[in-house]
């Protein structure tokens, strides 16, 4: 996904930048016979651009933004977690979770906003959400591979911020052994 994010934006810069090149160039045509070309007045071309952009606009958006908000499953399947945040540590209720079975993660804190982010095995990470004083968010996912699984807080908020760390374990359903 964020190789895919990454090509999309580096070719929506291209665009745009071609876009901005080709109308630098437009007021600089020569016709054949070598004279400079009258060009239109800044105002009609400002009115064309304007357009243009908020027409880009509107496809970027959409191309980049269409899988989301993320609804939350209201499935009996699902399991659910809840992640309580605080200076400096993170609380979860359970230790294990299902493979290949939807998780809701209901984060909150109890004292300031934190940044709960999920990490796999790899390093790489999963999944993030805000955790906010007197507001749950609930962020879904399903775990496709088993293993320990890392949450850290990405949001600085104190000098023992990097020690946010807990763990969970994504097992097989013979193995779990909270459920």
């Given at each position: 996904?964020?190789?895919?994010?990454?090509?999309l934006?580096?070719?929506?810069?291209?665009f745009?930048?071609?876009?901005?090149?080709?109308?630098?160039?437009?007021?600089?045509?020569?016709?054949?016979?070598?004279?400079?070309?009258?060009?239109?007045?800044?105002?009609?071309?400002?009115?064309?651009?304007?357009?243009?952009?908020?027409?880009?606009?509107?496809?970027?958006?959409?191309?980049?933004?269409?899988r989301?908000?993320?609804?939350?499953?209201?499935?009996?399947?699902?399991?659910?977690?809840?992640?309580?945040?605080?200076?400096?540590?993170?609380?979860?209720?359970?230790?294990?979770?299902?493979?290949?079975?939807?998780?809701?993660?209901?984060?909150?804190?109890?004292?300031?906003?934190?940044?709960?982010?999920?990490?796999?095995?790899?390093?790489?990470?999963?999944?993030?959400?805000q955790?906010?004083?007197?507001?749950?968010?609930?962020?879904?996912?399903?775990?496709?591979?088993?293993?320990?699984?890392?949450?850290?807080?990405?949001?600085?908020?104190?000098?023992?911020?990097?020690?946010?760390?807990?763990?969970?374990?994504?097992?097989?359903?013979?193995?779990?052994?909270?459920?």
């Amino acid at each position: 996904m964020q190789l895919y994010v990454l090509a999309l934006s580096l070719s929506l810069m291209g665009f745009v930048s071609l876009f901005f090149i080709s109308a630098v160039l437009a007021t600089r045509s020569v016709d054949a016979s070598g004279s400079e070309r009258v060009s239109p007045s800044p105002e009609v071309r400002r009115k064309k651009y304007i357009w243009a952009m908020f027409f880009i606009g509107i496809i970027v958006t959409f191309a980049s933004l269409w899988r989301y908000p993320h609804t939350i499953s209201n499935s009996t399947q699902t399991q659910s977690i809840n992640v309580t945040g605080a200076q400096w540590y993170w609380e979860i209720d359970k230790e294990e979770v299902l493979l290949n079975k939807p998780v809701v993660f209901n984060v909150h804190t109890t004292d300031v906003n934190h940044g709960m982010g999920v990490l796999n095995s790899d390093g790489k990470l999963m999944f993030q959400t805000q955790a906010m004083p007197g507001y749950v968010n609930k962020v879904e996912h399903v775990f496709t591979k088993p293993g320990e699984y890392k949450v850290i807080c990405l949001e600085f908020c104190g000098v023992s911020h990097h020690d946010m760390i807990t763990e969970f374990q994504v097992v097989a359903k013979k193995e779990n052994k909270n459920d």
